[in-house]
């Protein structure tokens, strides 16, 4: 039976790959902060400190971090400390872990961000794009952060000395659950209350995953071991703000919605303690490797994707009543 460790997996989209990998017939076991219950094995870590939990990875197939604190949040001096350390210490334990394994894991599938690329709206990125000019000051200082935040966050990966294992940087873009609290659960809440228009300018580019594929994918990678380095965890169909958010108005039946100039979005980023860069930075990110690789996307266009969304937030809000 296959073994897949999956550090922090009780997030939304954790639960999801945990069950994908499940039916799959795969054990799974998942390093945990939280002493609660779980549906897999749980393993109690710090995602900082070398423990007990290394022991997990000894002769497992592989091991799949998504460790890192919500990026929803103000960048202040202290979230940025949080942000940076959660995600660049997680990845240096986990590859020490795998340094000290005498038989490890055979591929590490470490999760990273998107937002490294430029934000310029006519050029896609796919993964052998030059990266963000960081020191660019045209730049807002919360955008330089957050590119700055994903490279370090991949460099400690591969900085890791681990020569048997196959690594793998999941870049991901917004991968949309129905869950609650989630950034589709979000956007719906303001297509619901009539809010839902264009936000900025409405021309920044939105890359998208559907939660599925997000697994899917997984699953793709980690059968091919061609596969290595950066891939683009995306929908190969990333379009403008302004068509993102009418086709949400059109797939819940809603037709119009108030735009949400860029100036009122960073007044009410502060009030719900939060930043506009996730909104307003643009992203137009191609999945080349997954595509060169022969994944077939389930869901390639947001009119499909948004319409089972839409549909399975219904039914999970039914379904709890």
């Known amino acids: 039976m296959m073994k897949v460790v999956l550090a922090a997996g009780t997030g939304s989209i954790g639960r999801l790959l945990a069950r994908a990998l499940a039916e799959r017939g795969a054990e799974v076991v998942i390093l945990s902060r939280s002493p609660r219950p779980l549906r897999y094995r749980a393993v109690?870590?710090?995602?900082?400190?070398?423990?007990?939990?290394?022991?997990?990875?000894?002769g497992a197939n592989a091991v799949i971090n998504l460790a890192g604190a919500p990026i929803n949040c103000r960048f202040t001096p202290q979230n940025?400390?949080?942000?940076?350390?959660?995600?660049?210490?997680?990845a240096r334990v986990i590859g020490e872990a795998i340094r000290q394994c005498s038989s490890p894991p055979r591929v590490w599938l470490q999760a990273g961000a998107a937002n490294l690329y430029s934000p310029n709206p006519d050029r896609p990125c796919d993964e052998?794009?030059?990266?963000?000019?960081?020191?660019?000051?045209?730049?807002?200082?919360?955008?330089?952060?957050a590119a700055r935040l994903a490279i370090d966050w991949e460099r400690a990966c591969a900085d890791s000395d681990t020569p048997n294992t196959r690594k793998v940087i999941l870049?991901?873009?917004l991968a949309l659950t129905p869950e609650r609290g989630g950034?589709?659960?979000?956007?719906l809440g303001l297509v619901r209350r009539g809010l839902g228009g264009t936000q900025g300018r409405g021309n920044q580019f939105v890359s998208w995953i559907h939660h599925r594929d997000f697994a899917g994918a997984v699953l793709h990678i980690l059968d091919r071991e061609s596969i290595e380095g950066p891939?683009?965890?995306?929908?190969?169909?990333?379009?403008?703000n302004a068509e993102f958010m009418r086709v949400l108005r059109q797939s819940w039946g809603i037709r119009l919605g108030l735009p949400a100039p860029a100036p009122f979005l960073a007044f009410g980023a502060r009030l719900l303690g939060t930043e506009t860069e996730l909104i307003?930075?643009?992203?137009?990110?191609?999945?080349k490797r997954l595509i060169e690789s022969g994944y077939g996307f389930e869901f390639s266009s947001w009119s499909e994707a948004a319409a089972d969304l839409c549909g399975a937030w219904r039914a999970l809000r039914k379904e709890r009543a």
């Open 171 to 173: 870049r991901t873009t």
């Open 280 to 287: 307003l930075k643009s992203r137009r990110v191609l999945p």
């Open 128 to 145: 052998d794009s030059p990266l963000d000019d960081l020191s660019s000051t045209r730049l807002p200082d919360a955008w330089r952060f």
């Open 231 to 240: 891939v683009n965890m995306s929908s190969p169909h990333p379009l403008p």
């Open 80 to 90: 940025r400390r949080l942000l940076y350390e959660s995600r660049v210490d997680s």
């Open 44 to 58: 109690p870590w710090n995602a900082k400190t070398f423990g007990d939990w290394a022991g997990e990875l000894e």
């Open 183 to 187: 950034v589709f659960d979000v956007l």
